[in-house]
């Protein structure tokens, strides 16, 4: 599943790219279940009628769903679930396997919906019902959205009780960090990830957040990590680079690239975490 940071790259490519753009036409397409994409909606011709002819005025995201503001007072989101990408192309780009839904603009080319588990989504509602959506809710924090002050990042975690990869991975907690950035936070920090959240000192804390808003931040700049456990494409394409700055995750066996001692990898309540045992404590 794209984690926080991929879907924010996502979002900025099509701020750049969409914004200004009017919807000529939409293309759910025949012979691909596109229907399960676009579940809420019964008929092809009920989200057809909601975008042919509107043009995107924002781009914004809540979590991991990416929202495109339309003049029509409606809103178009885009969940990419499990596997989803969204890709810029033009008209005569052949299209890749499993192009679900075609976004087709009067000028510059077209947006492509490509899914191949069908988890994703796409929908549209009013502009003046997107508070009371639950799709948006369900979430303390979004790292690259919110700046929550340390103190209150402390009192949250003392109040919870619970390992600290267990609850960095907890959604409804911080929206979108998943196993990649969360063992990498915890290296940074110096956290083993068993470790219990109410028994860290202020020290502890203060490192934990530093990392969590470092990381992800420059996680972003590198456009995300494409690697063997996370196959991301940007909007047009492109694989990130982060992974080539990852210091514990997927490095079993390897040396750290910080005290030499070697990287392990644990299982526990029904996750693995890779870390350094003389780094983290």
Same mark, same amino acid.
């Given at each position: 599943?794209? *984690?926080?940071?991929?879907?924010?790259?996502?979002?900025?490519?099509?701020?750049?790219?969409? =914004?200004?753009?009017?919807?000529?036409?939409?293309?759910?397409?025949?012979?691909?279940? *596109?229907?399960?994409?676009?579940?809420?909606?019964?008929?092809?011709?009920?989200?057809?009628?909601?975008?042919?002819?509107?043009?995107?005025?924002?781009?914004?995201?809540?979590?991991?769903?990416?929202?495109?503001?339309?003049?029509?007072?409606?809103?178009?989101?885009?969940?990419?679930?499990?596997?989803?990408?969204?890709?810029?192309?033009? *008209?005569?780009?052949?299209?890749?396997?499993?192009?679900?839904?075609?976004?087709?603009?009067?000028?510059?080319?077209?947006?492509?919906?490509?899914?191949?588990?069908?988890?994703?989504? =796409?929908?549209?509602?009013?502009?003046?019902?997107?508070?009371?959506?639950?799709?948006?809710?369900?979430?303390?924090?979004?790292?690259?959205?919110?700046?929550?002050?340390?103190?209150?990042?402390?009192? =949250?975690?003392?109040?919870?009780?619970?390992?600290?990869?267990?609850?960095?991975?907890?959604?409804?907690?911080?929206?979108?960090?998943?196993?990649?950035?969360?063992?990498?936070?915890?290296?940074?920090?110096?956290?083993? %990830?068993?470790?219990?959240?109410?028994?860290?000192?202020?020290?502890?804390?203060?490192?934990? %957040?530093?990392?969590?808003?470092?990381?992800?931040?420059?996680?972003?700049?590198?456009?995300?990590?494409?690697?063997?456990?996370?196959?991301?494409?940007?909007?047009?394409?492109?694989?990130?680079? %982060?992974?080539?700055?990852?210091?514990?995750?997927?490095?079993?066996?390897?040396?750290?690239?910080?005290?030499?001692?070697?990287?392990?990898?644990?299982?526990?309540?029904?996750?693995?975490?890779?870390?350094?045992?003389?780094?983290?404590?």
């Amino acid at each position: 599943m794209p *984690a926080l940071v991929e879907v924010e790259v996502v979002r900025r490519d099509l701020e750049k790219e969409i =914004i200004g753009r009017r919807i000529k036409d939409i293309e759910i397409r025949p012979g691909t279940n *596109a229907m399960k994409v676009v579940r809420r909606h019964g008929r092809r011709k009920d989200l057809q009628d909601l975008l042919a002819g509107a043009k995107v005025e924002s781009v914004g995201r809540a979590g991991r769903l990416i929202w495109l503001e339309l003049d029509n007072e409606q809103v178009l989101l885009v969940d990419l679930g499990g596997a989803g990408q969204l890709l810029k192309t033009s *008209a005569s780009d052949d299209f890749a396997p499993h192009t679900h839904i075609v976004i087709g603009f009067t000028i510059g080319g077209q947006l492509r919906f490509v899914d191949p588990s069908r988890k994703g989504e =796409i929908f549209v509602t009013p502009k003046a019902g997107m508070d009371e959506l639950e799709d948006l809710k369900g979430f303390m924090i979004d790292p690259l959205e919110q700046q929550v002050a340390w103190q209150q990042f402390s009192q =949250i975690l003392d109040d919870k009780s619970a390992p600290m990869k267990q609850l960095l991975l907890d959604e409804s907690f911080i929206v979108g960090l998943g196993d990649i950035y969360t063992d990498e936070i915890l290296f940074a920090s110096g956290i083993r %990830y068993d470790r219990l959240s109410d028994k860290l000192s202020s020290q502890d804390v203060r490192r934990i %957040y530093r990392a969590l808003m470092e990381i992800l931040q420059d996680a972003v700049k590198a456009r995300g990590v494409t690697n063997s456990a996370q196959d991301f494409k940007d909007l047009h394409g492109d694989g990130g680079q %982060y992974q080539l700055e990852l210091k514990v995750f997927d490095r079993e066996g390897e040396s750290c690239r910080r005290c030499r001692n070697t990287i392990v990898r644990e299982k526990s309540g029904g996750m693995e975490s890779y870390f350094c045992p003389q780094c983290q404590s």
